[in-house]
Structure formats: structure tokens, C-alpha cells
């Protein structure tokens, strides 16, 4: 039997397969072994997890998979901030089985959570094999991968992964580029990164901007200065040289 106790408006909502149980109990099917209230175990989780007390969340934790109660996205994202604060990579991946286990489905933000714990801890191959898994990738998921991989000086990977996003119809912000440019060098990928900036309307983000003169200093494209003093300026003059 499966319990699921969510935190609402209200407090706290069960779902369970089985009719008349109490709240915040799950019985035995002999209806023995009453396990105490599911919700003071979630309140004592949360309160840990918030407090960074990384020894008493886990062991709630270990209590809850042992009975198959599950706690909500975000209780879960402090739990990870957790284990990122103590730098336990092995409680970190405990976590990441116990949420994914049995069917439940986590929200987006907390799988892009799990991504960014994955590349923090320098496990670059655990968080590109759980973003592929991703049915739904947003700007967040795109821009973490794409700052990884040109972190890692694999510049390659990140043009790759800014060229997928733009093909699944996601725009990138001021981030993706800022992280990208940052790490850029190749003249060629540089040209075709300004041309995308230009087209998904960023040319005149303070930060792009500035990434983008840091990289054309390095270069030798001269790119017409009055340009970069006037933001205002259409986007084609540069669009010509580029192309």
C-alpha cells in the first residue's frame, strides 16, 4: 500500500489505495503493526531538512522508504541544499533513488535540482544521463547542462546542447549565453552565438554584452565599436558582418 501525504492549503492531503484508513496512518493489511502518524514523520523531515540537520533528515528519510511516504518537491530541494552544505555525495544519491523510486513523479524544478547537485559534486555523466531522461526540459535544465559542459572547458558539448535547445523551441536567457561566451574561443562558434543572441533579442543585456566583448578582444573579427555604445543600434548592420 502506497502512501502518498502532500502539504496543501489546508495541511496535509492523503492519498491512499485503501478506503477508510486514518489520516496519517497506514496499516498492516492483518491491521496490525500501526505505524505512528505519517504526518508528525513528515513534520520532524521537514524541520530537519530545513534546519540542515543532515543526520535526523536522513534517518526520517530512511523511515519514510521503509513505509512508502513521500514529502513534496520542495521538502525535497532543502534536502538535497542538505547534503550539498555537509557534502555527502552518498547521502545526496540516497535521496535522488528514494524520490525516484516507485513511480513518483517529481517536478521539474526539483529534477533540475538534482542536475545541479550532479554537476556541483562533479559528477558531470550523472547529470547529462538524468537530464536525458527528462520529458520536459525548460530554460533551467538547458542553461545548468550548458554551463557544466563549458565549465569544463568542453565547449564543444555546450554549443551542441545550445543548438538542441534552440531546436526544442526553448529560448535561452541571459545566462546560457553569459555561461557560454565565458568559455568560448573558437572564432566560428563565437560568430554563430552572437548571430543566435542577436535573433532571440539578448544584444543588449548588460551581461551578454559585456561577454561578448571580452570575446571579440580575444579575436581578431572587428565588430564596428559604435555598436556596443548603442544598444539602440540595429541588430542587421552586425548581422551583415557576421553572416
Known sequence: MLLHIRRGIGG?????????????????????????????????????????DLPRAMKALTFMQRHQIWADSVTYSELVKCC??????????EVHRHVFSSGYEPK???INIFISMYVKFGMLKDADKLFGKMHERNVV????MISAYAS????????????????????????????????????????????????VGL???????????????????????????????????VLQVLD
Open 12 to 52: 496535509f492531503q492523503q492519498q491512499t489505495s485503501s478506503v477508510g484508513r486514518k489520516f496519517g496512518r497506514k496499516i498492516d493489511d492483518d491491521g496490525s503493526n500501526i505505524i505512528p502518524h505519517a504526518a508528525s514523520v513528515l513534520d520532524d523531515f521537514t524541520r530537519s531538512c530545513y534546519d540542515r
Open 141 to 144: 535544465s538547458w542553461t545548468t
Open 108 to 110: 521539474t524544478f526539483l
Open 203 to 237: 544584444e543588449s543585456d548588460v551581461f551578454v554584452r559585456s561577454a561578448l566583448i571580452d570575446n571579440y578582444a580575444k579575436g581578431e573579427l572587428k565588430i564596428p565599436l559604435q555598436y556596443f555604445r548603442d544598444p539602440s543600434r540595429q541588430a542587421s548592420t
Open 152 to 199: 569544463s572547458d568542453t565547449i564543444d558539448k555546450a554549443f551542441e546542447y545550445l543548438i538542441l535547445m534552440l531546436r526544442d523551441g526553448v529560448s535561452p536567457n541571459m545566462y546560457t549565453y553569459s555561461s557560454i561566451l565565458r568559455a568560448c574561443s573558437d572564432l566560428f562558434k563565437l560568430r554563430q552565438i552572437h548571430c543566435s543572441i542577436i535573433r
Open 84 to 93: 550539498l552544505a555537509c557534502n555527502s555525495i552518498r547521502d545526496a544519491k
